[in-house]
């Protein structure tokens, strides 16, 4: 007798939750070091690219208030007080450029720009020079998930800060077109365009990454409110 | 006995830490300096093993031992890579190699992972069994002796990575180089909260009035911690808000300039009797914890500094700080933000009566450093520092980026 095999199809059950990532980096020295801006410009010809996206990319991670945004201005405002150096160094926008190499390039085009111009710069102290660094990143699950708005504002208001770094700044560079997790989440799972919109939105540089944070669940908070509102209609 | 730190400690270095005692369970760790008891790397010790053993890591922390000779011969390898000028001969560097060999005899070096803390065990290096050799190099090395440093270069190059507490410290080496800032632990004798009645005991005990402004500053008597320009800033700043000064030291028995020092800074002192220089015992941590929640503004006027540590403590206490700009103070105080950076005694002076005429700045300022300090100088930071960077040099062909 033929036996019958019944197939029961399962449908494989795919987890859309939003999974809250951290991240940690420890610093890791080149040993270069620069005391004026010939010698800044120079490293930052030959220092590796995981350097160069240490203090560009990630100067937002170290997560208090600056008025720069990238460690080059921040030294060449703070260390060299080239003010008008700093402005334009940190007028890049590292997320603008293809890749490391090309940010490279435009950081060195300004230097050079400004030596010509302004020859005159002085020295730092011993001691206050830039000091080229690398970062080692670990990246590891917080433990917590969202499946919809109201778990998401929920988690947003108790991850640590670097967890917002890794979703809203970090992604960036891996989802590329400056795109960051939570929009990308929001938009494509949830459906909730508007808000994502609105969050992509943000100015990435204007920003610490508490500003973030309370922009973002300013965002959420005013559309659940919104969905509230219209399920009572 | 890590879940102690919930609710303290940034989750996330919680995690990763539970994370990595996952990664690392059962391994070994092995930890080796040079005393058991008294500076801030025992201190840290002391705390740091029992938590990593918590994790499931197999931790231990041995100490090398040495005579009067070798100890004299390691104070001046130090004083040395600090910059000082040192004769330092064939024969003394001899007899440091030899010691440390009679010590690779004693210990057992066999580990997944050794640390060893400073330059006193750096040759047992040579001795190595198995595992992944890191060296941490405590001390300020912005100017090192090029003499010592060729000396414990072929030592440094053998080890699988080296840590520096600064960046300013590293210098272009073979060897991989990290950065890993010190700690302070808050549930410590030293920096745990304390009730009013135990603040209020301590400043009865040292006849200290709580009716005015305190101002403290709190370090060994030693020039390089400035305690005369204390003094003067404390007289400029008086002219115009009363207020009471406290300078708190441990007689520096292995320094011999502190009772000269001691004694420079109590004829300074005047007889003030707003002036209260307390010369304190070894192990008042709880006094100290006590000085510094009574304090208005914390000073570390210093001239030059490793890191500075008192910085962290006094700011873990929501303290307003004013810090001189050298070592890793500058690290520790973000000018403007969380404390303010100066460079003389009129600077210090200037910041302190901004400080005592705007007490909501001074608060927020006070806020904003227990809150920087949370984040970057607990003990658990660097627990999770140390075991991040064992697992990177584990892992090293595997890149920069790890997923856990």
């Given at each position: 007798?033929?036996?019958?095999?019944?197939?029961?199809?399962?449908?494989?059950?795919?987890?859309?939750?939003?999974?809250?990532?951290?991240?940690?980096?420890?610093?890791?020295?080149?040993?270069?070091?620069?005391?004026?801006?010939?010698?800044?410009?120079?490293?930052?010809?030959?220092?590796?690219?995981?350097?160069?996206?240490?203090?560009?990319?990630?100067?937002?991670?170290?997560?208090?208030?600056?008025?720069?945004?990238?460690?080059?201005?921040?030294?060449?405002?703070?260390?060299?007080?080239?003010?008008?150096?700093?402005?334009?160094?940190?007028?890049?926008?590292?997320?603008?450029?293809?890749?490391?190499?090309?940010?490279?390039?435009?950081?060195?085009?300004?230097?050079?720009?400004?030596?010509?111009?302004?020859?005159?710069?002085?020295?730092?102290?011993?001691?206050?020079?830039?000091?080229?660094?690398?970062?080692?990143?670990?990246?590891?699950?917080?433990?917590?998930?969202?499946?919809?708005?109201?778990?998401?504002?929920?988690?947003?208001?108790?991850?640590?800060?670097?967890?917002?770094?890794?979703?809203?700044?970090?992604?960036?560079?891996?989802?590329?077109?400056?795109?960051?997790?939570?929009?990308?989440?929001?938009?494509?799972?949830?459906?909730?365009?508007?808000?994502?919109?609105?969050?992509?939105?943000?100015?990435?540089?204007?920003?610490?990454?508490?500003?973030?944070?309370?922009?973002?669940?300013?965002?959420?908070?005013?559309?659940?409110?919104?969905?509230?509102?219209?399920?009572?209609? | 006995?890590?879940?102690?730190?919930?609710?303290?400690?940034?989750?996330?270095?919680?995690?990763?830490?539970?994370?990595?005692?996952?990664?690392?369970?059962?391994?070994?760790?092995?930890?080796?300096?040079?005393?058991?008891?008294?500076?801030?790397?025992?201190?840290?010790?002391?705390?740091?093993?029992?938590?990593?053993?918590?994790?499931?890591?197999?931790?231990?922390?041995?100490?090398?031992?040495?005579?009067?000779?070798?100890?004299?011969?390691?104070?001046?390898?130090?004083?040395?890579?600090?910059?000082?000028?040192?004769?330092?001969?064939?024969?003394?560097?001899?007899?440091?190699?030899?010691?440390?060999?009679?010590?690779?005899?004693?210990?057992?070096?066999?580990?997944?992972?050794?640390?060893?803390?400073?330059?006193?065990?750096?040759?047992?290096?040579?001795?190595?069994?198995?595992?992944?050799?890191?060296?941490?190099?405590?001390?300020?090395?912005?100017?090192?002796?090029?003499?010592?440093?060729?000396?414990?270069?072929?030592?440094?190059?053998?080890?699988?990575?080296?840590?520096?507490?600064?960046?300013?410290?590293?210098?272009?080496?073979?060897?991989?180089?990290?950065?890993?800032?010190?700690?302070?632990?808050?549930?410590?004798?030293?920096?745990?909260?304390?009730?009013?009645?135990?603040?209020?005991?301590?400043?009865?005990?040292?006849?200290?009035?709580?009716?005015?402004?305190?101002?403290?500053?709190?370090?060994?008597?030693?020039?390089?911690?400035?305690?005369?320009?204390?003094?003067?800033?404390?007289?400029?700043?008086?002219?115009?808000?009363?207020?009471?000064?406290?300078?708190?030291?441990?007689?520096?028995?292995?320094?011999?300039?502190?009772?000269?020092?001691?004694?420079?800074?109590?004829?300074?002192?005047?007889?003030?009797?707003?002036?209260?220089?307390?010369l304190l015992p070894p192990f008042s941590d709880k006094d100290i914890n006590a000085l510094q929640r009574m304090a208005t503004v914390v000073f570390q006027k210093s001239l030059k500094e490793g890191f500075g540590l008192t910085v962290s403590e006094a700011m873990w206490k929501g303290k307003p700080v004013i810090g001189g700009a050298v070592g890793g103070i500058p690290l520790q105080i973000v000018h403007g933000i969380t404390g303010f950076l100066i460079h003389s005694v009129d600077g210090a002076a200037f910041r302190t009566r901004q400080f005592l005429n705007n007490p909501l700045m001074a608060k927020r300022m006070g806020e904003t450093g227990r809150e920087y300090v949370r984040r970057n100088f607990l003990i658990t930071r660097q627990m999770r520092d140390y075991l991040s960077l064992w697992y990177a040099v584990e892992n090293k062909d595997k890149g920069i980026v790890f997923e856990l």
């Amino acid at each position: 007798m033929e036996q019958q095999v019944e197939h029961i199809e399962v449908e494989e059950q795919v987890d859309t939750s939003f999974e809250f990532m951290d991240m940690v980096t420890i610093l890791k020295s080149t040993g270069r070091k620069a005391a004026n801006l010939r010698q800044l410009r120079d490293n930052l010809a030959e220092v590796s690219e995981e350097c160069i996206f240490h203090h560009t990319y990630q100067y937002f991670s170290k997560g208090h208030i600056q008025e720069y945004t990238n460690d080059f201005a921040h030294w060449a405002g703070e260390g060299l007080e080239e003010r008008a150096l700093a402005e334009h160094l940190s007028n890049i926008d590292p997320y603008s450029f293809n890749s490391v190499e090309e940010l490279r390039e435009e950081l060195l085009h300004v230097l050079d720009y400004y030596i010509e111009n302004f020859p005159e710069t002085r020295a730092v102290l011993p001691g206050n020079e830039f000091f080229f660094n690398e970062a080692i990143t670990f990246v590891f699950p917080v433990g917590l998930r969202a499946r919809n708005l109201a778990e998401f504002l929920i988690a947003l208001k108790y991850v640590d800060a670097s967890s917002i770094y890794y979703h809203f700044y970090e992604a960036r560079i891996r989802l590329g077109r400056g795109i960051d997790d939570f929009s990308k989440w929001l938009d494509e799972v949830i459906g909730a365009k508007e808000v994502a919109d609105k969050i992509r939105a943000i100015d990435p540089f204007m920003h610490n990454m508490e500003g973030i944070r309370e922009h973002i669940i300013e965002i959420i908070d005013g559309a659940l409110r919104k969905e509230m509102e219209v399920s009572l209609e | 006995m890590i879940s102690q730190y919930a609710g303290i400690s940034p989750k996330r270095d919680l995690l990763l830490l539970n994370t990595l005692g996952k990664a690392f369970k059962g391994k070994t760790f092995l930890h080796v300096n040079s005393t058991r008891a008294g500076g801030g790397v025992a201190e840290i010790l002391h705390r740091m093993i029992p938590l990593l053993n918590s994790l499931g890591i197999d931790a231990r922390w041995e100490v090398i031992e040495g005579d009067q000779k070798f100890f004299d011969i390691t104070k001046k390898i130090h004083n040395a890579l600090q910059g000082n000028m040192e004769n330092i001969t064939e024969e003394m560097w001899e007899y440091y190699y030899e010691v440390n060999k009679r010590n690779a005899k004693n210990i057992n070096l066999e580990a997944d992972g050794v640390l060893i803390h400073d330059p006193q065990p750096a040759p047992l290096i040579n001795f190595k069994k198995n595992g992944k050799w890191i060296w941490r190099c405590h001390i300020d090395l912005s100017k090192p002796s090029p003499e010592v440093s060729n000396h414990l270069e072929p030592f440094c190059k053998k080890y699988d990575a080296i840590i520096f507490s600064v960046p300013k410290f590293a210098r272009a080496m073979a060897t991989d180089e990290f950065i890993v800032p010190p700690s302070i632990d808050p549930l410590s004798e030293k920096n745990m909260e304390l009730t009013e009645e135990e603040i209020k005991g301590v400043a009865e005990k040292f006849q200290i009035p709580l009716d005015r402004p305190i101002l403290l500053q709190v370090s060994r008597f030693d020039r390089f911690k400035d305690p005369i320009g204390v003094i003067q800033t404390y007289r400029k700043v008086k002219k115009y808000n009363d207020c009471v000064l406290v300078l708190a030291g441990s007689p520096a028995t292995d320094d011999p300039e502190g009772e000269a020092v001691l004694e420079e800074v109590r004829e300074y002192a005047a007889n003030d009797p707003d002036i209260h220089i307390l010369l304190l015992p070894p192990f008042s941590d709880k006094d100290i914890n006590a000085l510094q929640r009574m304090a208005t503004v914390v000073f570390q006027k210093s001239l030059k500094e490793g890191f500075g540590l008192t910085v962290s403590e006094a700011m873990w206490k929501g303290k307003p700080v004013i810090g001189g700009a050298v070592g890793g103070i500058p690290l520790q105080i973000v000018h403007g933000i969380t404390g303010f950076l100066i460079h003389s005694v009129d600077g210090a002076a200037f910041r302190t009566r901004q400080f005592l005429n705007n007490p909501l700045m001074a608060k927020r300022m006070g806020e904003t450093g227990r809150e920087y300090v949370r984040r970057n100088f607990l003990i658990t930071r660097q627990m999770r520092d140390y075991l991040s960077l064992w697992y990177a040099v584990e892992n090293k062909d595997k890149g920069i980026v790890f997923e856990l």
